[in-house]
């Protein structure tokens, strides 16, 4: 179970109570958590993941790690199916930009896997929003990863 505290990060229903809780130390630092943020940052909680983002002082490696971690498409949820990870699913959310752009400037890591999430059939509208909102360019690293083979499930749902 999740805290009071998370509860009311995550459901983001007062900014301006979260912000004036925020000036607490204890609290400040329990809103730092690797969990905490992973948990916010789906586009059906954009705008408790802005709020967060915006009062987190660094994304941890971790967080990257898990957010372009491929996960297996949900039977349940049939509208994240066309999203290998978390980060697809915030790069191809026109309402997630502000969050994209926040998590692109604090790390860069996820630049590649960015323009990944949106080389992608049914998706390259997001590339030019990349390129231009973002500055992000297509490198040899992106060429490698488009001309690499897709994995054997990727080759099934086909």
């Known amino acids: 179970g999740r805290s009071g505290w998370e509860q009311l990060l995550l459901e983001s229903t007062s ?17 730092q958590s690797a969990e905490l943020l992973l948990a916010a940052l789906r586009p ?5 993941a802005l709020r967060l983002l915006q009062q987190v002082e660094n994304v941890l490696p971790q967080v990257c790690e898990e957010l372009v971690k ?3 498409p949900d039977a349940r949820e049939p509208s994240k199916q066309s999203h290998r990870s978390q980060w697809e699913a915030l790069v191809r959310d026109d309402g997630c930009d502000q969050i994209v752009e926040l998590l692109l400037r604090r790390a ?3 630049a590649q896997p960015a323009l990944l999430a949106a080389l992608t059939p049914g998706f390259t509208y997001f590339y030019q929003m990349l390129i231009k909102r973002h ?3 297509v490198t040899d690293e992106t060429v490698d990863l488009l001309l690499a083979e897709c994995s054997a499930a990727e080759q099934l749902a086909d």
């Open 135 to 137: 500055g992000l360019m």
């Open 44 to 48: 059906e909680r954009k705008q408790a």
């Open 108 to 110: 860069p890591s996820l």
């Open 15 to 31: 900014a301006p109570l979260n912000q004036i809780l925020m000036g607490h130390p204890k609290l400040r630092a329990a809103a």
């Open 70 to 72: 491929e996960h297996s």
